[in-house]
C-alpha cells in the first residue's frame, strides 16, 4: 500500500512524515495514532479483505420484510428464537429458481456470504441460495429432538409428577387476553368456584415466546402458593405452535418441581411440551377438568358415600341387636342361676358318690381289720392257754421247750389260762431216747418205761 520506493502510501496527504519526504504507514491498525493515521480508504480495503475471507454460511429465519426489484430483491430475515434480523441481498437469478417465492412470515434457509462496498461502507449480506422450510421439514426436526429427548429419559413416565387432589391456587401461563385463558378460567371456576388464578400473560408465537414463556415459568415455580401450573395456547399452524416444541422450553419444564400441564392446541397438535409435560391436556378446557375437580360429582359422592355409610352403620346395629337378641334367648342369660344350680347339683352328686364311696371303704377296711384281729386273736398265746395249754418256764423266766432243759427236782413255773403255779418236777422223760430220769427228793422213785408213759397218755 505504499508508493514504489518512497514507502508513502497512494493517496497519503503532503506534509505528514519525518520532514524527509516520506511517509511510514502504521502496518496495523494497533499502531494508529493521531499523529500516524490511516487513510479511510485503507481502513475500508482492509475491512473488505478480511470480509471476504468469511465462509459462506447457511442461517434459518424467518421473513419479515420482502422487496423485489427488477434484478435484486431485499430481504429482512429475522430469528425465529430472539430479537435479531439481518438484511439480505438476494439476485433475480437466485429468486427465480425457486418454485415459489417467499412470504412474509414463511421459514427459510439461505446460504449467506458477507459482502463490504468501500465507497459506501456499507456491509450486505449475499445470498447465493435461497430454500423455503417446508412443514415436512420442521416436522422431521421436531421428530429427531423428540427422539433424542426421549433417549435422555425426559419423557419416562416414573419422572411425572401426580397432580394435587385440590389445587389452592393455579398458575397460568397463557397469551394476552386469549380464548385460551378465558376457557380454562371460566370452565374452572365452573366445575369449583373458590378456585384461585395466578395469571402470567405471555406472547405465545413468535420469537419472544420461548422467553417469555420460560420467565413466566421460572416465577410460578418458584411461588411456593402455586400448586400446579398450566400452560395454554389455542389452536393455529404448525408454525404458530413451534415455541412449544423448543428444546430450551422443554427442558425448563422437566426441571419445574411444580406439575405442569400442558394445554396447547387442539386434539391433534403434539407439541413436545406435551411428552415432557406431567399431565397433556388435549384443550385448555380438559386442562381445566384436569385440574380441578367438579363441586357437584364431590357433593354427589360425599352424599353417596354418607349415605352408604348410614346404610354400614343401620345394618351393623341391626346386626349387632340380633345378636344381643339371640344371646339374651339363651338359656344362660335367660335364667343365668340355671348354671349355679346345675353345677350345685353336680357338687351335691359327687359329694354323695364321695361319701359312700369313703363310708363302703370304711366300712370295708373295718370289717378286714376285724378279720385280722381275730385271726391275731386265735394265734395269740391266751388263746392257747384258754384251750387248755400251760406255758412251763423256769425260775429265771426262760421257756422249757425240751425236758434235757430241766432236772428233777428243780422248781418250775407253770401258767395256765387264768394264773399261774409253781411245781417241782418229779421226773424227766426224754422222748428221743426213752430214758426217765427220777427225782431224788421226798418220793420213792417211780421208773416207767416208755411204753407205759404212753399208756398213761
Known sequence: MTREGTGTPSGAPPGRGTGTGTTTVPATAAETSPDT???????????????????????????????????????????????????LSVYGSVMDRLASPPERG?????????DFWVKTGRLSMQTTDIRPVGIGDLLARIERLRQALAAEGLFAAARKKPLPLLPHRIGLITGRDSDAMKDVMRNAALRWPAVEFEVREVAVQGVNSVAQVRAALGELDADERVDVIIIARGGGALEDLLPFSDEALVRAVALAVTPVVSAIGHEADRPLLDDVADVRASTPTDAAKRVVPDVAEELGRIGQARAALERAIRNLVHREAESLAVLRSRPSLAKPEGMIEVREADLE????????????????????????????????????????????????????????????????????????????????????????????TGHPAQQTTQGEQHGGE
Do not use: C, N
Open 349 to 440: 352328686r359327687l359329694r354323695s358318690r364321695a361319701r359312700r364311696s369313703t363310708t363302703t371303704t370304711v366300712e370295708r377296711e373295718a370289717d378286714a381289720i376285724g378279720h385280722l384281729r381275730d385271726r391275731v386273736r386265735s394265734l395269740s398265746p391266751q388263746k392257747t392257754l384258754d384251750r387248755g395249754y400251760a406255758v412251763v418256764q423256769q425260775t429265771d423266766g426262760h421257756v422249757v421247750r425240751s425236758p434235757t432243759e430241766v432236772a428233777p427236782g428243780e422248781t418250775l413255773r407253770i401258767r395256765v389260762a387264768h394264773g399261774q403255779f409253781d411245781a417241782v418236777t418229779a421226773s424227766v422223760t426224754d422222748e428221743g431216747t426213752g430214758s426217765v430220769t427220777t427225782s431224788i
Open 37 to 87: 493515521p490511516w487513510p479511510l480508504r485503507l481502513l475500508s480495503e482492509k475491512l473488505k479483505a478480511h470480509i471476504e475471507r468469511a465462509p459462506a454460511a447457511w442461517v434459518e429465519g424467518q421473513v419479515i420484510e420482502l422487496t423485489r426489484r427488477a434484478s435484486m430483491s431485499y430481504i429482512t430475515l429475522r430469528d425465529v428464537d430472539s430479537e435479531v434480523s439481518l438484511s
Open 106 to 114: 414463511s421459514r427459510v434457509v439461505a446460504r449467506l456470504r458477507p
